[in-house]
């Protein structure tokens, strides 16, 4: 692959948009190298060997239309007023974190999850508990807050972990809506998407209408 393969697919990689667009055919060859051109800092004299290389490139499938199975059967849900709070991940944490858990004494409708990660652990939990959260806490174990957090709860056919793409293709429509994803979980057949309660319900309607 050349230099300016590479480049033309790191740019659709980083341009969901418009990479779409092309594959729909509404996109004009000549006036997308010009646009690559520019954001790549691609000399000028370079534009004859762009314009090739979209020629070579293949057209992909548009994936929405293979997907719409999956999206007929999906159930998608919503959530506001949950916060997000990361923690430095240590030992006295995560003893901190067990006492927590045993005095919350939460419901099934509840929002409490624990994320560990290699340097920060996450919990993502309902606003009216950040205040009760926070007391277990010093200032310097905490490393963030996010509170009116939106969660949308995909809950997915089977079929979807076996079929390559499918998640690229939810988060690719976010991108394209100008929705910012703050946080994203799997826990199959579960997909949560994290929001700021202000894009919750773009967010919402951009996926249903997949």
Known sequence: MSQIEMTIERFFAKNPDVREARNKGLVNRRSLARYIAAEEKIPANKLGAIVMALRRHPMEKEKTKDFKKFFKSMRTSAKDNICVISLKNSDAVIEK??????????????????????????????????????????????????????????????????????????????????????????????????????????????????
């Open 97 to 210: 974190i067990a006492r927590l858990v045993k005095s919350m004494n939460h419901g099934p409708n509840e929002t409490f999850k624990i994320v560990q990660g290699a340097l920060s652990i996450k919990l993502f939990l309902d606003n009216s508990r950040l205040k009760q959260a926070k007391e277990y806490f010093q200032a310097g174990e905490l490393i963030e807050v996010h509170d009116n957090t939106g969660e949308i709860n995909l809950t997915m056919p089977h079929e979807v972990m076996n079929t390559y793409g499918f998640i690229s293709c939810i988060t690719s429509q976010l991108t394209i809506s100008k929705i910012n994803i703050l946080e994203i979980l799997t826990s199959t057949p579960e997909l949560l998407i994290y929001v700021h309660h202000s894009e919750l319900l773009r967010a919402y309607e951009a996926i249903k209408n997949m």
